[in-house]
């Protein structure tokens, strides 16, 4: 492998190439680089036994397989491809398996994959990406598969923000512990934060500190990396749904305009359980044509059905963009601003929140927004009732269709009833 890996690898993570616990455990705030390295670390492993004629299978894990597909999956693809590996491994997106000439295999799942985890043997190590979606139990089961003779060693790479000292993760290696203790024998434990990521932009680490003005536990989470407590927490409870259902009574999308960040597309559908939500698009940097292209190419052209998306569907948009709005009219899409007023946030809010949530297990984005989506706190520990403004965009969208759809349906009732 002839590749600089001190020009590759951030400093700090450069001597983890060769730790040989059982547990590497990378705790670390935002932007720190750690899920870069364990992608690093695969790939090293690989090549560097490759001469040995030993072959290495590795199992890379997220909470669903959706959640695999979209972050650690390209993730690892990006560094196949950056450091020119790409001729001596196979990848098949569709299972999501990368498979090199030596017989080594990197296999991408989640655990709603139980059927294919089921059959995976073999394992010289493994990667749990956010490792705070998983439980305890998830985390043993895999311990368990990692065993026999080999000539290298075994390994589990645990990378996680430290959002909440009741998660397994802070229980299983740190609690009561020092911070440079482990709990846990034959593990490492690392801290890091986005000052360790000599690759970092400008621009992200002012997005980091300036947290400390927008919300603490957000700040001391992310930008410290210090364990916090994400209990203030807006959306407490909501379930997955493998599908979105078709017996809807309605379907409508809310969209919320972005740029530097996320322009974002949700369908959301009202039933007799309540609100059923799918993320469609979640994309930064789109102009309103590149907007239009990408929401015409996830929403059918159909004939015209109520509990159907199609092009006549409504599409609850911020209002605060009127050119934008007009530009999406006339490529096609029945697009409306939403109504926004002083009590418009909270109303969209108590709008979800009076009914059962339900979200699709590929919604990866609405779901992370979903943990992490809460009330605005000080550093006294003093909560107001504000949502914190930061990674809200496919709640944004689902606010305003909510709000427009539910209100408009109460109105109508209130109509009714004084007739």
């Known amino acids: 492998m002839n590749i600089n890996l001190k020009k590759e690898v951030n400093p700090h993570f450069y001597t983890l190439l060769e730790d040989r616990h059982r547990f590497l455990v990378l705790r670390g705030g935002g932007g720190s680089g750690k899920s870069y390295f364990c992608a690093q670390k695969i790939l090293y492993r690989i090549m560097k036994d490759w001469n040995e004629g030993f072959k290495h299978r590795f199992l890379v894990l997220r909470k669903t397989l959706p959640y695999a597909r979209k972050s650690v999956f390209p993730l690892v693809r990006e560094y196949i491809y950056k450091w020119g590996l790409q001729g001596e491994c196979s990848i098949n997106r569709t299972e999501c398996v990368i498979t090199f000439s030596n017989g080594s295999e990197i296999i991408f799942s989640g655990l709603d994959e139980s ?19 998983f439980g305890v139990e998830d985390f043993r089961q895999l311990n368990l598969r990692l065993r026999g003779k080999i000539p290298t060693y075994f390994q589990i790479m645990i990378s996680f923000n430290p959002i909440s000292e009741l998660n397994w993760v802070y229980k299983e290696f740190f609690m009561g512990f020092g911070m440079a203790q482990n709990r846990r024998k034959n593990t490492y434990l690392d801290f890091s934060t986005y000052k360790d990521n000599t690759f970092i932009d400008e621009a992200y680490k002012k997005e980091l500190q300036a947290l400390e003005d927008i919300d603490y536990m957000w700040y001391k989470i992310y930008c410290l990396g210090e364990w916090g407590s994400l209990e203030n927490l807006i959306f407490k409870k909501w379930s997955y749904v493998k599908e ?35 993320e469609l698009l ?18 059918p052209d159909v004939p015209y059905a109520r509990n159907v998306l199609n092009r006549e569907t409504p599409i609850y948009c911020d209002s605060a963009r009127p050119d934008s709005i007009a530009e999406l009219r006339k490529s096609g899409l ?10 418009s946030v909270m109303a969209g809010i108590n709008c979800i929140k009076q009914h059962k949530l339900f979200v699709t297990e590929d919604s990866t ?4 927004e979903l943990q992490t989506y809460k009330w605005k706190e000080n550093k006294e520990g003093q909560v107001f009732d504000e949502p914190v403004k930061l990674n809200d965009d496919l709640v944004d969208a689902m606010r305003y269709a ?18």
């Open 334 to 343: 029945n697009v409306i601003p939403a109504a926004k007023g002083a009590d």
């Open 115 to 133: 059927e294919k985890l089921k059959s995976i043997h073999g394992l010289t190590g493994a990667w749990l990406e956010e490792a705070t979606e």
């Open 402 to 419: 909510a709000y427009m759809t539910l209100r408009r349906k109460k109105e109508l009732l209130v109509c009714f009833a004084n007739m």
């Open 244 to 278: 979105f259902p078709t017996d809807l009574q309605e379907v409508v999308c809310g969209c919320d305009f972005g740029f530097t960040h996320n322009s974002a597309l949700v369908l959301l559908g009202i039933g007799k359980e309540g609100i059923y939500a799918k």
């Open 365 to 368: 984005n609405i779901v992370k």
């Open 282 to 299: 979640y994309k930064k940097k789109q102009t309103t044509a590149m907007l239009a292209t990408r929401m015409l190419e996830v929403i």
